[in-house]
């Protein structure tokens, strides 16, 4: 009888263990699942991770460039404010201007020397220009000896100096 309990302890055992076997066997096979499927989310967070990384970086390139406009966009606005200073300033002084040379046409002693100021004004300009027209002409005189007779006193049998002419003034008795 002792060896039928062991029989049927053994065969207990060994269903127990081929149960146990078969359990440990599903368990193993789920283990290798929860571990594809982590192996799998794992590259799903790698992708992912790249993917993030490649926006990550653009939108720091995309970050770069602004922050550069915005500099060059700010000095352009240094610039602009300073110009729109001196304008102002320039403005205020042609203002002031305006109202001395308003003040001063509105009294009739300071209209006449206004007028006279001008007259006198255009005078100096009429003279500068007579003066650089003489110049001109003298530049030109000059140009034409140079080419002309090279100094002879005639060319092609006609005299090439200026004529003088005498005049001889005899009383009339």
Known sequence: MKKAIVKIGLITLIVLLISVSGWLAI???????????????LS???SLKEAIQKEFFSTKDELDKVKTELDNTQKQLNEVNHKLAAAQSNNAKLIEEKKALEARLHSLRELKQ????????????????????????KEIDACKLAEGNRGFLLKDSKPTYKPTVKIEVRPGY
Do not use: H, S, T
Request: net charge positive; hydrophobic share 35%.
């Open 27 to 41: 368990k193993v096979n789920q283990k290798r699942l929860d571990v594809e499927n982590l192996k799998a989310q």
């Open 44 to 46: 799903l967070e790698r």
């Open 114 to 137: 206004a007028i006279g100021q001008v007259k006198q004004e255009m005078w100096q300009e009429r003279y500068r220009q007579l003066l650089a027209k003489k110049e001109m002409q």
